[in-house]
């Protein structure tokens, strides 16, 4: 797949403030990718660093093999819906809409037809001669991206468009941008602080943490490998334990922790003596009735009766630590009471080991 | 920005500069006739003296005029803001379609050139038999500020959540109360500024006052009158202190503003 | 009674309200119109109705020609006022952000400074021994003092369009500073170049604070009176100076009250027909 642009070690400080460090990505050809991040963690300004809005403190932008850091907004083939949709209000829809070509000065028929055809592809085909301030949320946000589709631009820009909706809306625009996106086969660059927004979106998401990212990849990738306990504690559920390698074996090590000893079925490059952390999601550990040389035997702290399953919590006689356990279903838990020890198997083959790092 | 934009950018920048200096000329012009004399069309640099200023408390013509003018925009305040602020009121809870046309009607005066205004009540007060006085300028004055006060307090009022009168009343007061202890209190600033506004406007109000007035004189009246005899430093002297005042009054205004914006931010 | 209430959506306070305005501001307003039908016999003013005023405006050459004349001053006050107005209110929205408010009161003051003093000052400047010409002959662009600058209606002109400036200038930059960034930076977006920007997106969505701010000045610079008297000499004149004159010495109110029911008349359409487009332009 081809690259159509890139960010390379890009980087952005107001003053003293640090507003984002060595940003790299690469956005491939029709691909729907996402930058998640908190408020306020600069997300926004990539965006409008690619724009041409604002400028970098340091690093480059390319775009088709040109570093284009100095090219004007309104020169660089991009286009950005903002998050408040900034249609003008002294124009109607049609003319929103067609304003990009018709400052090209494109012949009026010509952007008759291609303003039509766009907002039949948004679902606004008799909403020509409104006005914005007639319009519903959703129906402000559909013209603000027809008006960026009709300037055919190798990457749409969007500024958190979702934010102002409310839930149920949300949802809808959630699925209609996924569709659209597929339809025109333009690249999506998208901006949330939501998680599920963005799992249920994308292609790729870039995870923007401290000003930096702390990983690139598919939904399934960060949440199956992820490379910082930040990311694994970041989707989901994760239980982080402290381990010391005590043995290594070709395809397995032993290793030693607070709840006990147990052995992860993986091929890493790991010393006897090693600290490592050890990453278990809570729905990969069993309860099972009989111990066996890989399970650990912990005492129930507390059970969360959630329906058809439940989850429940397991720690050693001793500590305050836990690890919590998803999913059993209730029919087993039902059996079982605070202060029982159960004997509960980790399916280590899909657990991460992360190596130099501290768990908090 | 491109070269062309920067290029423009620093037209209009000097533009600016030259048009509040052109604005500021005849100000400095008068503050410094009241420190300097003229003779025959040069400044005579050793006229300069703060003679002016400290004689001015003696020049007894000059003081009354100024207590009359203060006293006609104290009146006008009053009248101004009573008056604005209950058809603001009224405006804001009215449902009657007829508020629009009561609207256009407290705007005329401000709209229409001073000189209609004036005229207007002066044949009508000529018809009742009403000698023009103080008080007529007072009316005159109030009518005439009074759309932008009654602008100022209704602004106020349609930004204040209903929900505020309604606790009030909900917890049991009659309606006299919740004015007095709920929406008075929230509307405190835009009051004083509404009639520090129609004071400073009445303090210098030229148009309307010269048809209105009896035989007292007002400030601007005073003015007028020395006009035609030329100006002293005295009565610049005096220019530039009612000029400290006003423009004291009005930094107090935007100074009362920015900080109620300030409160709103948190 | 209650039924007649209800029917109109009104109440007590409604008819309170309307007694009032109507007593402060359209009685005092009919009486004027009213006198305009008088005629006057030496000092008395008698109170029967005749066109006679009127037929005098049309008549008498003198009174339409200054009244056009007058239109014509306060035309050019107003386009004055708006190609030096708009590009300082422009330049303050768009690029002063720090200090845009402290500019902006500096521009305010000015208006609240005495009225008269303002226009007799402005004496000292545009004559012949005044500030202008010492300047032009410091720059050795002129050898003797100018005498276009006072006691004519270019004084006038001048004169009005200092006092008037900071009025056009206030709502230009009101609605040209409520215009979001977001909106620009869209437009930049989608491809339009800065002065196509200015063009399509700025000039019109600022448009209404620019014909709020003309009207004000084209209206007040219509009606004025004094300025003509302090720096106009005996070439500027201005109709409101004609209207003025006739409460005066001249004595003859009911005439004066026809002129300015006139120039009422002229100012009301005005009003109306501005607010009409403006309300238009909105929806």
């Known amino acids: 797949m081809s690259e159509i642009l890139e960010l390379k070690n890009i980087s952005k400080s107001y003053g003293k403030t640090k507003v984002l460090h060595d940003i790299s990505l690469k956005i491939e050809n029709n691909e729907f990718f996402t930058i998640l991040g908190s408020s306020g963690s600069g997300k926004s300004t990539i965006i409008r660093i690619i724009g041409g809005f604002v400028k970098p403190t340091s690093g480059q932008i390319i775009f088709k093999n040109n570093v284009i850091n100095e090219q004007p907004i309104f020169e660089r083939p991009f286009n950005t819906v903002f998050q408040d949709y900034a249609l003008f209000p002294n124009m109607n829809v049609f003319n929103n809409v067609g304003f990009g070509l018709k400052i090209k000065n494109i012949n009026k028929l010509e952007i008759k037809n291609k303003v039509q055809e766009v907002l039949s592809v948004v679902g606004l085909e008799n909403f020509a001669d409104r006005m914005p301030q007639e319009l519903s949320g959703g129906q402000q946000q ?9 300037c055919e631009p190798k990457v749409i820009l969007l500024d958190e468009p979702l934010g102002a909706l409310d839930a149920e809306l949300r949802k809808q625009m959630q699925l209609f941008l996924k569709e659209i996106q597929k339809k025109i086969k333009i690249s999506f660059i998208f901006i949330t602080h939501d998680q599920e927004e963005a799992i249920f979106l994308s292609d790729r998401i870039a995870v923007l943490n401290n000003h930096e990212f702390e990983q690139i990849g598919s939904p399934k990738d960060l949440y199956y ?132 790092e501290r768990s908090t | 920005m491109t070269k062309l934009e920067n290029y423009t950018k620093y037209i209009m920048a000097i533009l600016t500069g030259l048009i509040v200096a052109a604005l500021y000329a005849p100000i400095f012009l008068t503050i410094f006739y009241s420190f300097y004399k003229t003779r025959k ?67 005329l005066p401000f709209l229409l050139p001073p000189i209609i205004t004036g005229l207007s009540l002066l044949i009508f007060f000529r018809e009742i038999n009403l000698p023009r006085s103080l008080n007529t300028v007072v009316i005159g004055h109030t009518i005439f500020v009074l759309a932008i006060v009654f602008k100022i307090i ?97 930094l107090l205004i935007a100074n009362i503003i920015s900080r109620s914006e300030k409160k709103i931010m948190y | 009674m ?69 239109i014509f001053l306060a035309l050019t006050v107003m386009f004055i006022c708006i190609l030096l107005g708009y590009p300082v209110a422009y330049f303050l929205a768009r690029y002063a952000s720090r200090y845009k408010y402290a500019i902006l009161l500096m521009l305010i003051i000015p208006l609240f400074m005495s009225y008269i003093i303002k226009i007799y000052m402005m004496r000292s400047i545009l004559g012949y021994s005044g500030l202008i010409n010492k300047i032009l002959k410091m720059l050795g662009l002129i050898d003797k003092p100018l005498e276009f600058f006072l006691w004519n209606q270019n004084a006038v002109i001048i004169t009005l369009v200092v006092i008037l400036l900071p009025l056009i200038i ?107 487009l403006t309300n238009r332009s909105k929806s």
């Open chain 1, 142 to 150: 559909r013209v603000a991206l027809a008006r960026t589709i009709i």
């Open chain 1, 225 to 356: 490998s992820p490379k910082t306990t930040y990311m694994a504690k970041f989707f989901g559920e994760c239980n982080l334990i402290n381990c010391t390698v005590i043995d290594k074996k070709i395809n397995n090590i032993v290793v030693d922790s607070e709840y006990g000893k147990f052995s992860i079925l993986q091929n890493t490059n790991v010393s006897p003596g090693d600290n490592i952390i050890f990453g278990i999601r809570p729905e990969e550990i069993k309860i099972i009735s009989q111990a066996n040389t890989n399970s650990i035997s912990l005492a129930i702290k507390d059970i969360e009766f959630k329906g058809s399953t439940s989850n429940i919590n397991v720690k050693t006689k001793n500590s305050g630590n836990f690890v919590k356990i998803q999913n059993i279903s209730s029919n087993i838990s039902q059996s079982f009471q605070q202060g029982n020890s159960v004997n509960i198997e980790f399916n280590t083959a899909v657990g991460t080991i992360f190596k130099n």
């Open chain 3, 2 to 70: 209650r039924e007649v209430l209800n029917y109109f959506n009104t109440s007590v306070w409604t008819i309170i309200s309307f007694i009032l305005v109507i007593s402060l501001i359209l009685i005092p307003l009919a009486s004027f119109l009213s006198y305009s039908f008088f005629t006057v016999d030496g000092t008395d003013i008698i109170h029967e109705f005749s066109l006679f005023n009127y037929k005098e405006f049309f008549i008498g050459e003198i009174y339409i020609n200054t009244f056009v004349r007058t």
């Open chain 2, 41 to 107: 069309g040069k400044v005579d640099w050793n006229s300069f003296s703060y003679e002016p200023y400290t004689k001015l408390i003696f020049e007894k013509q000059i003081l009354e005029s100024l207590m009359n003018s203060i006293y006609v925009g104290i009146v006008t305040v009053i009248c101004s803001v009573v008056i604005g602020f209950y058809f603001a009121n009224y405006y804001h809870t009215s449902k009657s379609k007829m508020k629009e046309f009561l609207q256009f009607i407290i705007f």
């Open chain 2, 154 to 250: 209704l602004n106020k009022l349609e930004t204040l959540k209903p929900s505020l009168m309604e606790s009030a009343y909900d917890l049991g007061a009659s309606k006299f109360q919740a004015f007095w202890y709920v929406l008075l209190p929230n509307i405190k600033l835009s009051l004083i500024i509404a009639g520090l506004l129609a004071f400073t406007i009445s303090l210098d109000e030229t148009l309307i006052t010269l048809f209105l007035i009896g035989n007292d004189t007002t400030w601007p009246i005073k003015l007028w009158a020395k006009m035609r005899v030329g100006f002293s430093k005295q009565v610049n002297a005096s220019v530039t202190l009612i000029l400290i005042l006003t423009s004291f009054l009005v």
């Open chain 3, 170 to 276: 206030i709502p230009t930059f009101t609605s040209l500073e409520k215009i979001p960034r977001n909106i620009i930076e869209a437009s930049f977006d989608l491809g339009c170049k800065p002065f196509q920007a200015f063009k399509y997106v700025i000039f019109p969505i600022g448009l209404p604070g620019l014909i709020v701010g003309s009207i004000f000045v084209f209206i007040l610079a219509l009606g004025d009176f004094v300025t003509p008297q302090l720096v106009g000499g005996t070439s500027g004149f201005t109709y409101g100076k004609i209207i003025y004159s006739n409460f005066g010495m001249a004595f003859n109110w009911p005439f004066g009250a026809a002129l300015a029911s006139i120039l009422l008349i002229v100012s009301v359409i005005i009003i109306l027909l501005t607010n009409y």
